[in-house]
Nanobody, 124 residues
């Protein structure tokens, strides 16, 4: 059974940093990503990564502030977020699929497995 469990969210001030984690089990995921959804808005792609870490993609709004990585030995996906802004406030979701898709897809329907999300709130 597949499990994706996010953690690391919280309430921070503008300019602060957070590192989100996604502990995964129950499968081999060659493509993984982070999405976010603010109240009343669609779920947006944030970042994606492939099995070999050579292919990473980021949404334009990241502007070099975020980094995605994974520890295949710990079965954990990370999203390091620096320079957080109030517009980054959202529920952040971890997503995965078994196949390697190069580059990592930006559309949510291209991912099969999802976590329950972790709330990130950035105050001004």
């Amino acid at each position: 059974q597949v499990h994706l469990v996010e953690s690391g969210g919280g309430l921070v001030q503008a300019g602060d940093s957070l590192r989100l984690s996604c502990a995964y089990s129950g499968g081999t995921f060659r493509t993984m990503g982070w999405f976010r959804q603010a109240p009343g808005k669609e779920r947006d792609f944030v970042a994606g990564i492939n099995w070999n870490d050579d292919n990473k993609k980021f949404a334009d709004f990241v502007k070099g502030r975020f980094a995605i990585s994974r520890d295949i030995f710990e079965n954990t996906l990370y999203l390091q977020m620096n320079g957080l802004e109030p517009d980054d406030t959202a529920v952040y979701y971890c997503a995965a699929r078994s196949e390697a898709v190069i580059p990592p897809p930006r559309r949510s329907y291209e991912y099969v497995y999802w976590g329950q999300g972790t709330q990130v709130t950035v105050s001004s």
